[in-house]
Nanobody, 120 residues
Framework: QVQLVESGGGLVQPGGSLRLSCAAS????????MGWYRQVPGKQRELVAV???????NYADSVKGRFTISRDNAKNTVYLQMNSLKPEDTAVYYC??????????????WSQGTQVTVSA
């Protein structure tokens, strides 16, 4: 059984910063790509950032220059550093990881999500 557990969400003022962490645990042989998504009620879940196993990154245009995704493979953890936050960043944030328990097949896993609210 594999779990992804998040921490770091909360309430911040516009222009502020927040750092999200997501750690994978359980029967893990290897983790491929890891990423962050966010969702607002009534809208589709959207990709925020993704990082490959070798460190290549991609970001949504709306967060480029403000957010930074990183990972610590030794800790099976992915991070999202969010700076210059805007009210439009308010959403439930989810982390995602492609994980193999046997080194052969991979499956996607999702965290339960954490609320990030940007408001004065």
């Amino acid at each position: 059984q594999v779990q992804l557990v998040e921490s770091g969400g909360g309430l911040v003022q516009p222009g502020g910063s927040l750092r999200l962490s997501c750690a994978a645990s359980g029967s893990i042989f290897s983790i491929s790509a890891m990423g962050w998504y966010r969702q607002v009620p009534g809208k589709q879940r959207e990709l925020v950032a993704v990082i490959t196993s070798v460190g290549s990154t991609n970001y949504a245009d709306s967060v480029k220059g403000r957010f930074t995704i990183s990972r610590d493979n030794a800790k099976n953890t992915v991070y999202l550093q969010m700076n210059s936050l805007k009210p439009e960043d308010t959403a439930v944030y989810y982390c995602n990881a492609s994980i193999s328990s046997d080194g052969a097949s991979y499956a996607p896993y999702w965290s339960q999500g954490t609320q990030v609210t940007v408001s004065a």
